[in-house]
Structures are given as structure tokens and as C-alpha cells.
């Protein structure tokens, strides 16, 4: 591990030196960011990050060369253009953008030749190529044609074996780096797994115990506290005997729910589930409400979201945390009547925050939460990588991150 971080900023500080003067450099950022209706970016936070990584390149005169994937289009489908989100990149880089509808071939290389010094272009969704997610290498040597140099900083798609994320990385050799997002993403996840300073507290939510399995089992080697909300609270409790109603239950996950609860016990960690819930006699914002030991919830009736007492006693912990990981919501946040819990454990990990702690938010819905909520700026980071950054957490080597090394 020492090993690698040392490879990460000797990678970094070749990046934050190098000479781009008249260099045609690719950025694989990731800009797959949500739209609406009328194609309007609803979050900006991709871009917004990756923009000091784009600054270094055409600061220093390189031109840029943005490639990026936009959602899971079936070849050409222009509802998945990256035109629509030109004006919007542009606004956020404060430079004009140029835009390619090609990524390869003679039109893509002019266009980036084209460029003159700390001019920035951005190609059409690498994805209407089928090769992309395939990981094809004749695509990758196309695509690497247009730069003389490589930086990835689309920790989102970290994950992924992909032609522009990681096969590209063949062609460049010495002359590959690691952006300023994906760095910081790295240093983040680092700073709980392997040298956040304890009390260390994970927080995971959302709805199901079986997508988090071995994020948790990752994770009880390394914090001091494990609150687990949400959903997945149910399997734990149904294996314990409780009575759960119509909550959300995955049978199959009940004995490993107890294999946790003596892994934690066994490594010292301390497990909270919540002691009083929200139930709601169905999943809706109409619902009618009661609170319910969590022992205790009637048939007919469902848990869906942590009650006073619970949240009082996360606060306690979160309040004596010096490292908080956040991923999940605790409960369904985006019903109204079930969104006190993950709106209550946000303002005290804000709170907290403000004390020194450092805190970490990752996992699209927990993110979605704070955005929500409007408190995204008292967390010390919010990861951009769903996919990638339960993978890090889970241990497992990104390969978009093993080909930079
Ligand atoms: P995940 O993608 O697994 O992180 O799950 C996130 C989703 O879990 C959110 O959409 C929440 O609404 C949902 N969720 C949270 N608490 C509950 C609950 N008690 N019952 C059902 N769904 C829940």
C-alpha cells in the first residue's frame, strides 16, 4: 500500500510538471452526468471537479482533448449526446469549448490538431462505439491517436476495463497521469481505510444488505463503529427473531446478517442498529405513519425509516467520530414523511465536521441526500463514484487505476 501512494504522487508530481506547452493531451473525465427532461445538466459536480485537472493542461499551453461516456447508449442514440452538455462545460471551464461529434478516425485527429494552445475540445460519448465497453485495444489505439499524453480523472469509471479508461493506457507508457479528481478520490477513501484517524465510524444504509456485503466485511478490519439503517436493517433483525411486518427482507442474507454481527463482535466493532423505527402501512409519501420498536412492527406495516431514540444514539456515536464514512441513506429519504433519519444523521455528521472529524459521502443515493438536504458543503469530501468507490472499499484494485501505475 506505502508502495502504491508513493507510485500515486510521484505520478502526480511528473503531472503537476510536465511540459504540455503545444502537447495534444486526452483528460478521461467522467461527465456522465444526470439530465433532465429538457436535457439540463441537475448536477454539476463531475465537471466542477474535474475542472483543476483541465486548468494544469491549458494553463501550461496543452490542448485538451475531453473524452467522456454519457449513460448506456445503444450505438448512435443522441438522447446520450455529449453536445447537450457543451454549453454547460463551457460555463463551468470558463473557456470556450470546441465540440468533435467523432472520437476517432481522420475528422476526430483534424479537429484536435486543429487546436491551438490551451484550447479545449470535448468528443461525442465514447460510448456510441460497441468497442468501448468492450475493452477493444484497435479502438484504444484509435482513440490514443488524439493525444500525446494521458491523464484519467473519471474515478467513476475507474472500474471499468474500458477502452478509454484503461486499455487506452498501452499506447502511453511514460506518459500517463492521474488527475487531480481521481488523486483526491483516492486520497479520500485512503484517508478512512488506511490512515483516518479514529474513533472511525461507517454509516451504511440504502436497501439491500446483499450489495454491500463485502464493503462491510471489508471495512470491520478497519473502523471502531459500524451503524448500519436503512432497508437492510430488516435481515438483521428477522435473524434475530424480531418481528418485522411488511418490512424489506432478504431471506437468504439472514445468517449472514448474524456471521456479521459475530465478525463484528470478534474484531471489536461496535454494531448499531436502530432501536425505534418510522413504519408506514405502505411504500408512499401518503402513507399512514407510527413509530415501532424494531423488534416489534405489526403485520401490514413497514419499516422505513430510524425513529427518535435510534437517531439519538448515532448522534452519540457520530459525535465522538473522528473518521465518518457515509454510504446508504437510513431510510427512504425521498418520501417526505421518511426522510427525518438520513436529513438528522447528515446535520450531525456536518456537526461533527465542523469539529475536525473528516467525513466522506459516497454512493448515489446517499450523495443524492445530501445534496437534498443542502448540506453537501459541511461534508469534508463527496465521492463522484458510485460503482468505483464501492469497489475501493470493498478492496479490490480499480483497473482503471492499476493501468496508471
Ligand atoms: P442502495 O442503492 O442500496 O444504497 O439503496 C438506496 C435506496 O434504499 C434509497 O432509494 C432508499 O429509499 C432505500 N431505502 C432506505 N431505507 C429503506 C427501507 N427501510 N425500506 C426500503 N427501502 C429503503
Redesign the pocket.
Given at each position: 500500500m506505502t508502495k502504491n501512494k508513493s507510485i500515486f504522487k510521484l505520478i502526480m508530481e511528473n503531472f503537476l510538471q510536465q511540459n504540455f506547452k503545444n502537447k495534444r493531451v486526452i483528460v478521461r473525465v467522467d461527465f456522465n452526468v444526470p439530465l433532465d427532461n429538457d436535457f439540463k445538466i441537475t448536477d454539476f459536480t463531475r465537471i466542477e471537479f474535474s475542472k483543476k485537472t483541465i486548468e494544469e493542461i491549458i494553463n501550461r499551453g496543452g490542448k485538451c482533448v475531453l473524452l467522456s461516456h454519457m449513460g448506456r447508449p445503444n450505438g448512435r442514440e443522441l438522447k446520450y449526446s455529449l453536445s447537450h452538455i457543451l454549453n454547460s462545460v463551457e460555463e463551468i471551464l470558463g473557456v470556450p469549448v470546441k465540440f468533435c461529434n467523432v472520437c476517432i478516425g481522420n475528422e476526430a485527429i483534424e479537429a484536435v490538431d486543429s487546436l491551438k494552445e490551451g484550447e479545449v475540445i470535448l468528443m461525442e460519448n465514447v460510448r456510441f462505439y460497441p468497442e468501448e465497453t468492450k475493452g477493444d485495444i484497435d479502438f484504444a489505439r484509435q482513440l490514443s491517436k488524439l493525444g500525446d499524453y494521458f491523464v484519467n480523472d473519471a474515478f467513476g469509471s475507474a472500474h471499468r476495463a474500458h477502452s478509454s479508461t484503461t486499455i487506452i493506457t498501452d499506447f502511453f507508457k511514460e506518459r500517463k497521469f492521474i488527475g487531480m479528481l481521481l488523486d483526491r478520490e483516492i486520497k479520500s477513501i485512503d484517508r478512512v481505510l488506511k490512515n483516518g484517524k479514529k474513533p472511525i465510524t461507517a454509516i451504511i444504509?440504502?436497501?439491500?444488505v446483499s450489495?454491500?456485503i463485502t464493503v462491510i466485511e471489508n471495512l470491520l478490519d478497519r473502523i471502531d463503529y459500524l451503524i448500519i439503517?436503512?432497508?437492510m436493517?430488516?435481515t438483521f433483525i428477522k435473524a434475530e427473531g424480531g418481528e418485522i411486518g411488511d418490512?424489506?427482507c432478504e431471506d437468504d442474507f439472514c445468517e449472514y446478517s448474524i456471521k456479521i454481527s459475530e465478525l463484528a463482535k470478534k474484531k471489536g466493532v461496535k454494531l448499531l442498529l436502530p432501536e425505534d423505527?418510522v413504519i408506514g402501512n405502505e411504500?408512499s409519501g401518503k402513507a399512514k405513519i407510527n413509530l415501532s420498536s424494531v423488534y416489534k412492527i405489526p403485520p401490514g406495516w413497514?419499516?422505513?425509516?430510524a425513529g427518535p431514540d435510534s437517531i439519538k444514539t448515532f448522534a452519540q456515536i457520530i459525535q465522538k467520530s473522528n473518521t465518518i464514512l457515509w454510504?446508504?441513506?437510513?431510510?427512504?429519504?425521498?418520501?417526505e414523511p421518511?426522510s427525518n433519519g438520513t436529513r438528522k444523521l447528515g446535520e450531525e455528521i456536518v456537526k461533527r465536521t465542523k469539529k475536525g472529524a473528516f467525513s466522506l459521502v459516497g454512493?448515489?443515493?446517499?450523495v443524492s441526500a445530501v445534496k437534498k438536504f443542502g448540506i453537501s458543503n459541511g461534508i469534508s469530501y463527496i465521492s463522484t463514484g458510485g460503482g468505483a468507490m464501492l469497489e475501493y472499499l470493498e478492496g479490490k484494485k480499480l483497473p482503471g487505476i492499476v493501468a496508471l501505475t
Open positions: 444504509g440504502g436497501a439491500k450489495s454491500k439503517g436503512g432497508g436493517v430488516y418490512s424489506i423505527v411504500f413497514q419499516g422505513l425509516d454510504n446508504g441513506p437510513i431510510g427512504v429519504f425521498e418520501l421518511f454512493g448515489g443515493d446517499s
